[in-house]
């Protein structure tokens, strides 16, 4: 049996109610996800940053050992030059080698200046790498206490969110794709989510506009979906309080 435009409309507004439940789960979850989205992109910066600072250490340590191979060959150098002054003929021939002597002996203080500041390089770069697993750690142990909370909130609301998607579910196949897809368009382009609404006391029931009499004696023959001419909301029906009924 084909779908009436007047069963569409019940289907609408049974879906409307549906999302709007759906809706207030979500709420309740507040800015949790949001959260534990952060907190999971902080880590992963975190992590980079230890990474980084880890390498830069291992960097340092290949200079610390090339500068203290550097003076091993200095001192070596010394040394034999210690050694060929030993056998020198003359004064000149001992000036010339002191002079070389002097010279291996000042580019072994030099480099173990080098040695010194790559040594306090080293320790700085290890505390900042401390200081990074610290905030590792913190932000875990936070990840972690939201990641908690939130799968309590969403326990708690578990079997509620099933049964509402299973009634989504059921409502739904009563709006063609068509219809379904300019609910969805029009929920997400409205500040309060409300797509489908009723006329309330001559007033579209999203946006409170004025809708005229003629419009609203289409809209309760159900013939054709109708929209609010100010707000594009879906108008599924009028309204009559009790009194009037
Ligand atoms: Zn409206």
Redesign the pocket.
């Known amino acids: 049996m084909e779908n009436t435009i007047e069963k569409k409309l019940d289907a609408l507004l049974g879906l409307q109610a549906i999302d709007c439940e759906l809706d207030e789960i979500v709420q309740a979850r507040g800015v949790l996800p949001d959260e534990v989205l952060d907190l999971k992109n902080e880590l992963i910066s975190l992590q980079t940053r230890s990474q980084a600072i880890q390498e830069e250490i291992t960097h340092t340590e290949q200079e610390l050992a090339s500068h203290r191979v550097n003076i091993k060959d200095l001192e070596a150098t010394v040394e034999k030059y210690e050694e060929q002054q030993m056998e020198v003929r003359n004064n000149r021939e001992y000036d010339a080698i002191t002079k070389e002597i002097d010279l291996q002996k000042l580019e072994i203080q030099l480099t173990e200046k080098k040695v010194k500041s790559t040594h306090e390089r080293i320790a700085s770069q290890k505390t900042a790498l401390e200081q990074c697993k610290v905030s590792i750690d913190n932000q875990q142990q936070a990840l972690a206490d939201k990641q908690k909370a939130l799968q309590v909130l969403v326990g708690e609301s578990k079997g509620e969110e099933q049964r509402l998607h299973e009634q989504r579910r059921e409502v739904t196949q009563c709006i063609d794709a068509q219809l379904l897809a300019s609910y969805e368009r029009i929920r997400k382009n409205v500040r309060n989510k409300l797509a489908v609404v009723v006329v309330k006391r001559d007033s579209?029931g999203?946006?409170f506009?004025q809708v005229p009499p003629q419009k609203q004696a289409d809209i309760k023959e159900k013939k054709n979906i109708i929209v609010?001419e100010?707000?594009g909301?879906i108008l599924a029906d009028v309204f009559v309080p009790l009194e009037e009924a």
Request: hydrophobic share 0%; with cysteine; proline share 0%.
């Open positions: 579209c999203g946006c506009n609010c100010h707000c909301r």
